[in-house]
T-cell receptor, first 117, second 114 residues
Framework: GAVVSQHPSRVICKSGTSVKIECRSL??????MFWYRQFPKKSLMLMAT?????????EQGVEKDKFLINHASLTLSTLTVTSAHPEDSSFYIC?????????????FGPGTRLLVL | AQSVTQLDSQVPVFEEAPVELRCNYS??????LFWYVQYPNQGLQLLLK??????LVKGINGFEAEFNKSQTSFHLRKPSVHISDTAEYFC????????????FGAGTQVVVTP
């Protein structure tokens, strides 16, 4: 079946540095990908919708300058956490939508755990 | 905008006993409904989904769920749980006019004991 991968699976960085997380659809084209974050023992919160070839759409309260999203190809979306701080530590999960609306499946990546020291 | 409510934050259950996890949603448009399971330090695994058709949906690992439009519910059930079913379970909704954009419930932690 279709697979979505994320890289890295785990990253530790110093406060003030930037971290890039990749989300790839391995055997299908994803015109739309979604980025979620999950705090410990909490649910997933949608951060933004990533559209291939256009700007991402951010949810209310998500800083677009803080969380840069680039969807440069039909199989790759990247999330860059800029000037990371300890409060950005979280589990980031992407998902990719295969095909257009209805009847198609959403695939979730395995997640990236970010720890900012 | 849609919302999802999982009524139980934690459900303790004995091995081989049945379990039901409750999920209610609200939306002004038609929706697609999902249940996902998350094991510790792992990503999400799809258990089952309702897109259309029969309101009783069967998924993996012996789970099933029933869509009740009048009660706006999508409760998850398993007739006999195993220790390995200990995990966090999330109900999710995607509105038909914004397919793929998920709203997740707060999650229900299922703890299966011998």
């Amino acid at each position: 079946g279709a697979v979505v991968s994320q890289h890295p699976s785990r990253v530790i960085c110093k406060s003030g540095t930037s971290v890039k997380i990749e989300c790839r659809s391995l055997d299908f084209q994803a015109t739309t990908m979604f980025w979620y974050r999950q705090f410990p023992k909490k649910s997933l919160m949608l951060m933004a919708t990533s559209n291939e070839g256009s700007k991402a759409t951010y949810e209310q309260g998500v800083e677009k300058d803080k969380f840069l999203i680039n969807h440069a190809s039909l199989t790759l979306s990247t999330l860059t956490v800029t000037s990371a701080h300890p409060e950005d530590s979280s589990f980031y999960i992407c998902s990719a939508r295969e095909g257009l609306a209805g009847g198609k499946t959403q695939y979730f990546g395995p997640g990236t755990r970010l720890l900012v020291l | 905008a849609q919302s999802v409510t999982q009524l139980d934050s934690q459900v303790p259950v004995f091995e081989e006993a049945p379990v039901e996890l409750r999920c209610n949603y609200s939306s002004s448009v038609s929706v697609y409904l999902f249940w996902y399971v998350q094991y510790p330090n792992q990503g999400l695994q799809l258990l089952l989904k309702y897109l259309s058709g029969s309101t009783l949906v069967k998924g993996i690992n012996g789970f099933e769920a029933e869509f009740n439009k009048s009660q706006t519910s999508f409760h998850l059930r398993k007739p006999s749980v195993h220790i390995s079913d200990t995990a966090e379970y999330f109900c999710a909704v995607s509105e038909s006019n914004s397919w793929g954009k998920f709203q997740f419930g707060a999650g229900t932690q299922v703890v299966v004991t011998p």
